[in-house]
T-cell receptor, first 116, second 116 residues
């Protein structure tokens, strides 16, 4: 069964801490994404990557960075966590086809991060 | 401007009845794809159905069908014979060729509650 795995389901961190959210996919997908989900705002794209060591900013990259050293792993980094980064974080992956593809994305189960 | 608009924050439906969840989109691209995802309380995003902009027939997947009206830029999800397990958040999303294959734009979601 193909999947996207996020390392933590729930996380509590203190303000100012450096936080790593890990995501691993086993589908050999080229593209990987990080979204945050907030009530009333839907899912907003933070960063995405279309290849190893490549990254692109999404709609809300401020306060975040990413790392993709291996094809299967995409890490989201909060350099100095703040309370307004308390949210649900969803990782997703997709194949590299340029035309809209039926299967869309495969999502992980999400990490609910609380910054206190 | 919002690319995806879901105007129903919450919907209720009686078990075994049909329900329509609204979605309108905004794009100048001729080639795009529309997706619906279900998110139960567990947090995972589950792909339900896909409609390509060039598809002439409305997409169907079991109890799910997509009422695609291209001129009106709407892509409503119809769930027939609702079940208690259908209670969840539902997100409409779009991918455009213009912005590359690398981004899904999501609506703010509709929370569906199925009443026994």
């Amino acid at each position: 069964d193909v999947k996207v795995t996020q390392s933590s389901r729930y996380l509590v961190k203190r303000t100012g801490e450096k936080v790593f959210l890990e995501c691993v996919q086993d589908m050999d997908h080229e593209n990987m994404f990080w979204y945050r989900q907030d009530p009333g705002l839907g899912l907003r794209l933070i960063y995405f990557s279309y290849d190893v060591k490549m990254k692109e900013k999404g709609d809300i990259p401020e306060g975040y960075s990413v790392s993709r050293e291996k094809k299967e792993r995409f890490s989201l980094i909060l350099e100095s966590a703040s309370t307004n980064q308390t949210s649900m974080y969803l990782c997703a992956s997709s194949s590299g086809h340029l035309t809209p593809k039926r299967d869309g994305y495969t999502f992980g189960s999400g990490t609910r991060l609380t910054v206190v | 401007a919002q690319k995806i608009t879901q105007t129903q924050p919450g919907m209720f439906v009686q078990e075994k009845e049909a329900v329509t969840l609204d979605c309108t989109y905004d794009t100048s691209d001729q080639s795009y794809g529309l997706f619906w995802y279900k998110q139960p309380s567990s947090g995972e995003m589950i792909f339900l159905i896909y409609q390509g902009s060039y598809d002439e027939q409305n997409a169907t997947e079991g109890r799910y069908s997509l009422n695609f009206q291209k001129a009106r830029k709407s892509a409503n999800l119809v769930i027939s014979a609702s079940q208690l397990g259908d209670s969840a958040m539902y997100f409409c999303a779009m991918r455009e060729r213009l912005t590359g294959a690398n981004n899904l734009f999501f609506g703010t979601g509709t929370r569906l509650t199925v009443i026994p």
